[in-house]
């Protein structure tokens, strides 16, 4: 069989289904040059001779490599994706890039979350399909930390799979679904920060909900993340709980956090009663008003300016 490799994702289709073939340590896809492709096709012909016992026999090993190359195009042609098929999945979103990331780790395979989502199909799959762990099987690194490099490896997931290509469709429409129903709950702009201690309360407080709600609780410590903001996000967005469920915790988390924020503030104060007439009563709350700032900061702000005035020495 005369191989043409015509277009990158073709070489990249063809060079992950030779590569493993050849036993080779090398787990970096070359750039895109026909000759490495033939450097594979040289090793994985090596192999056909090994494991076929027939080393002076080439017309057999070239018929063998044949049927493998066959096979592979047949695979090509029938699982291939178009460009705007995968628009979706390579939308450069981080938090879409985590849940999906989240969902390949956990299930191996994209046939394993076919039959855990959709589990119909006209099209019969080897058994053993299932079972396959897609990042053994291809030599990826499933402790991905970068966004990128998981963005990378979820294309793969569906690039490579032997999944029919109406099948893949179907899958990405059904995972669409549910992340469109998951981004309802909220957004989280509320709490983005600067200080990360911030999202070590936040994960903490879910933590100890959940406990005492008897709820629970996705698994993701094996999962890598550049910060823990983007952990925060996943707990919630692949916590196995009603919308409602959610949209209550949320609502609890939110009242929590504006009391912590609230107790911040008042670090180094203490509270002070005395009496003051009607009058300054009404003209307190009429300055606070006009400036935009709650009555003990126009207070502090009086004072302040008048130890200045008298130059007293603090």
């Known amino acids: 069989m005369k191989l043409i490799i015509n277009n990158k994702r073709k070489y990249s ?12 340590s090398i787990d970096v896809i070359p750039q895109y040059t026909n000759p490495h492709i033939s450097t594979a096709l040289i090793k994985a012909k090596t192999v ?3 494991k076929n016992k027939t ?7 070239n018929e063998i490599l044949n049927e493998i190359l066959n096979e592979i195009e047949a695979l090509y042609n029938r699982s291939l994706l178009n460009e705007n098929e995968l628009i979706w999945i390579k939308q450069n979103n981080s938090r879409l890039t985590n849940w999906l990331w989240f969902l390949i780790t956990q299930n191996k395979n994209p046939l394993t979350l076919f039959y855990k989502y959709i589990n119909t199909s006209k099209y019969e799959y080897d058994a053993n399909s299932v079972g396959l762990d897609f990042f ?3 030599s990826f690194n499933k ?3 970068s966004t990128k490099e998981k963005d990378d490896l979820i294309l793969q997931f569906f690039e490579l799979s032997s999944m029919n290509r109406n ?3 179907s899958l990405i429409n059904k995972l669409r679904d549910i992340w469109n129903e998951i981004i309802t709950i909220d957004d989280f702009k509320w709490i983005i920060s600067n200080d990360d201690n911030i999202y070590e309360w936040a994960i903490n407080y879910f933590i100890e909900y959940n406990v005492k709600n008897s709820n629970y609780i996705t698994d993701i410590k094996n999962i890598s993340f550049e910060n823990d903001f983007h952990k925060l996000v996943l707990l919630i967005d692949s916590w196995d709980a009603h919308v409602d469920t959610k949209k209550l915790f949320i609502q609890s988390i939110k009242k929590a956090y504006s009391q912590k924020k609230f107790r911040d503030k008042q670090v180094g104060k203490k509270q002070c009663s005395f009496n003051l007439s009607q009058k300054s009563i009404n003209q307190l709350a009429l300055l606070s008003e006009l400036q935009g700032v709650p009555k003990n900061h126009i207070l502090e702000s009086l004072i302040n300016h008048k130890i200045l005035e008298l130059g007293v020495k603090q």
């Open 13 to 24: 289709f063809y060079w992950y289904y030779i590569h493993p073939m050849t036993n080779s």
């Open 48 to 50: 056909v001779l090994i």
């Open 55 to 61: 080393k002076t026999d080439k017309e057999k090993v």
């Open 136 to 138: 053994d099987y291809f």
């Open 143 to 145: 402790k991905a930390y």
């Open 167 to 169: 099948d893949k469709i």
